[in-house]
């Protein structure tokens, strides 16, 4: 059927001035400044399961007609597909149902035939064939169009894409003032925003300072009403949490805020603390939805030390999270994944695609990102009612500056030299040998070879097509945590 300037700091790890536990109540006497929680809210409609644009050109138009698909939530417009005007008024009828190129396609695929879209009438069928008349437009397993129409354009998207219309809430919780201009989910949000002509986008900036017990408890209250709020003024299909704070450069453990009247550093806990008490008002919107994803937006310290790895692992499916993403880069800077989380945006959360199978396509967006970090990707999957994280690390691997996603020394230790290595390879392994002629040599100690390094292919690593260049792509390595003290990370030169 058819219907019409100050150079404040943006890398995010460095020291806590303490640990603190934040579950013990203790007295709970001062609330959270009511400043520290801040919301953009969208006005949202009631749900719609429909897309409101088009499959084929992703537009829409107020002068074009919007047919629906009456096995999908696509829809295709007039400019699309050439419908006669005289038409138009029939196919609009309740009884007319539409099938869409899409769909048409796949079930082609299924079939392993082939058919013209919108068949032209015929007087009698087999009965094997029955199928064939079941193209575009019908009603009662009969074509309503003598002919088949043009399809005017070509399809911009893959073709088990959609232009979901599903509601999206994103929830971004700061950390108490930390500066988070150039912010990607200021920018996700603007990515979005168009697709959403009637509602169903909501954005919350939540700023959290739980230093101390009482900040806890003031965060609490707020946050409970606020979510409380949002469940009840619309069901969110897909929900995107990004957290950006600093995190300890020993332990890993998240910054969560300041200590009662100290304005001088920040006081750190826990992942499971942490995660728990941030998502608690938040559980029902979370466990509502049909995909929660979580970006950690903070130093990679949280995941290159064994204990908070685990407890971010142990965290993401005790929450209920869909999936995580959390990144490797000592000093990370946020402001440098906008490609990455516009890609998420536009293959996940508008053309529906499972995030563990659009990564590759969204990596593919984002290779300058790789020479900052590596990225770590969890992703969650229940059997027989038991839930499991599958854990994958994705690095950029380039021939000379990141070998099998090692980092290369830009100046050898040994001698000094800011050095152009020479390379040569022995089947997977890279070997690279410093350049300079003296190096190891002099300065009244024992003569030594050159500096070398030997670098090989991570076990089970596979080199994505997706981004790849001459001489450098993305390579997926499978995290195996079943050995309790396995390393996750790429072996040190």
């Given at each position: 059927?058819?219907?019409?300037?100050?150079?404040?700091?943006?890398?995010?790890?460095?020291?806590?001035?303490?640990?603190?536990?934040?579950?013990?109540?203790?007295?709970?006497?001062?609330?959270?400044?009511?400043?520290?929680?801040?919301?953009?809210?969208?006005?949202?409609?009631?749900?719609?399961?429909?897309?409101?644009?088009?499959?084929?050109?992703?537009?829409?138009?107020?002068?074009?007609?919007?047919?629906?698909?009456?096995?999908?939530?696509?829809?295709?417009?007039?400019?699309?597909?050439?419908?006669?005007?005289?038409?138009?008024?029939?196919?609009?009828?309740?009884?007319?149902?539409?099938?869409?190129?899409?769909?048409?396609?796949?079930?082609?695929?299924k079939l392993n035939d082939q058919?013209?879209y919108y068949a032209s009438i015929?007087?009698?069928?087999?009965?094997?064939?029955?199928?064939?008349?079941?193209?575009?437009?019908?009603?009662?397993?009969?074509?309503?169009?003598?002919?088949?129409?043009?399809?005017?354009?070509?399809?911009?998207?893959?073709?088990?894409?959609?232009?979901?219309?599903?509601?999206?809430?994103?929830?971004?919780?700061?950390?108490?003032?930390?500066?988070?201009?150039?912010?990607?989910?200021?920018?996700?949000?603007?990515?979005?925003?168009?697709?959403?002509?009637?509602?169903?986008?909501?954005?919350?900036?939540?700023?959290?300072?739980?230093?101390?017990?009482?900040?806890?408890?003031?965060?609490?209250?707020?946050?409970?009403?606020?979510?409380?709020?949002?469940?009840?003024?619309?069901?969110?299909?897909?929900?995107?949490?990004?957290?950006?704070?600093?995190?300890?450069?020993?332990?890993?453990?998240?910054?969560?805020?300041?200590?009662?009247?100290?304005?001088?550093?920040?006081?750190?806990?826990?992942?499971?603390?942490?995660?728990?008490?941030?998502?608690?008002?938040?559980?029902?919107?979370?466990?509502?939805?049909?995909?929660?994803?979580?970006?950690?937006?903070?130093?990679?310290?949280?995941?290159?030390?064994?204990?908070?790895?685990?407890?971010?692992?142990?965290?993401?499916?005790?929450?209920?999270?869909?999936?995580?993403?959390?990144?490797?880069?000592?000093?990370?800077?946020?402001?440098?994944?906008?490609?990455?989380?516009?890609?998420?945006?536009?293959?996940?959360?508008?053309?529906?695609?499972?995030?563990?199978?659009?990564?590759?396509?969204?990596?593919?967006?984002?290779?300058?990102?790789?020479?900052?970090?590596?990225?770590?990707?969890?992703?969650?999957?229940?059997?027989?009612?038991?839930?499991?994280?599958?854990?994958?690390?994705?690095?950029?691997?380039?021939?000379?500056?990141?070998?099998?996603?090692?980092?290369?020394?830009?100046?050898?230790?040994?001698?000094?030299?800011?050095?152009?290595?020479?390379?040569?390879?022995?089947?997977?392994?890279?070997?690279?040998?410093?350049?300079?002629?003296?190096?190891?040599?002099?300065?009244?100690?024992?003569?030594?070879?050159?500096?070398?390094?030997?670098?090989?292919?991570?076990?089970?690593?596979?080199?994505?097509?997706?981004?790849?260049?001459?001489?450098?792509?993305?390579?997926?390595?499978?995290?195996?945590?079943?050995?309790?003290?396995?390393?996750?990370?790429?072996?040190?030169?």
């Amino acid at each position: 059927m058819a219907r019409t300037k100050q150079t404040a700091r943006r890398s995010n790890g460095g020291k806590a001035q303490g640990r603190v536990s934040i579950t013990d109540p203790g007295k709970l006497k001062i609330r959270i400044p009511a400043q520290t929680v801040r919301a953009h809210v969208d006005v949202s409609s009631p749900h719609e399961v429909k897309n409101d644009f088009c499959v084929l050109c992703r537009d829409g138009s107020e002068n074009l007609v919007i047919f629906t698909c009456d096995e999908c939530p696509r829809v295709i417009c007039t400019r699309c597909i050439d419908v006669p005007s005289n038409y138009i008024e029939e196919l609009k009828k309740m009884d007319v149902k539409f099938r869409c190129v899409l769909c048409h396609t796949a079930l082609m695929k299924k079939l392993n035939d082939q058919t013209p879209y919108y068949a032209s009438i015929l007087t009698s069928y087999p009965q094997s064939f029955t199928h064939y008349i079941l193209q575009g437009f019908f009603r009662n397993a009969q074509p309503v169009l003598p002919f088949f129409l043009p399809v005017r354009v070509q399809l911009e998207t893959s073709k088990r894409s959609e232009i979901s219309a599903s509601h999206i809430l994103i929830i971004h919780f700061k950390l108490v003032d930390h500066v988070t201009t150039g912010s990607p989910v200021d920018i996700i949000h603007q990515f979005l925003a168009p697709y959403f002509p009637y509602g169903g986008l909501r954005k919350l900036d939540v700023v959290f300072d739980l230093g101390t017990s009482s900040k806890v408890k003031g965060y609490n209250e707020q946050c409970m009403e606020l979510a409380k709020d949002v469940v009840e003024q619309d069901h969110y299909k897909s929900v995107c949490i990004v957290i950006t704070t600093h995190t300890d450069d020993d332990r890993g453990d998240p910054f969560i805020g300041r200590k009662k009247g100290d304005k001088s550093g920040y006081v750190s806990a826990s992942v499971p603390e942490f995660l728990n008490v941030l998502f608690k008002p938040w559980q029902d919107a979370i466990t509502r939805a049909k995909d929660t994803t979580m970006f950690f937006m903070g130093c990679g310290a949280i995941v290159n030390n064994t204990e908070s790895f685990r407890d971010l692992r142990l965290s993401v499916l005790n929450s209920k999270l869909s999936s995580a993403i959390a990144f490797t880069a000592p000093h990370f800077q946020p402001s440098f994944t906008c490609h990455l989380v516009v890609a998420f945006a536009e293959h996940v959360l508008i053309e529906g695609f499972p995030l563990r199978e659009a990564f590759p396509e969204i990596l593919g967006h984002s290779y300058r990102l790789g020479m900052h970090t590596d990225i770590i990707l969890m992703t969650r999957s229940e059997t027989n009612g038991a839930a499991t994280l599958q854990c994958t690390r994705y690095a950029w691997s380039h021939a000379t500056a990141r070998p099998w996603g090692s980092l290369l020394p830009l100046q050898c230790p040994q001698c000094g030299c800011i050095t152009k290595w020479n390379f040569s390879r022995d089947s997977n392994k890279s070997i690279f040998v410093c350049s300079y002629k003296d190096c190891g040599r002099g300065r009244g100690t024992k003569n030594l070879p050159p500096k070398r390094y030997i670098l090989q292919c991570p076990e089970g690593a596979k080199r994505l097509i997706p981004g790849k260049r001459h001489n450098a792509g993305w390579l997926e390595v499978p995290l195996d945590f079943s050995q309790p003290n396995k390393v996750t990370k790429f072996s040190d030169m």
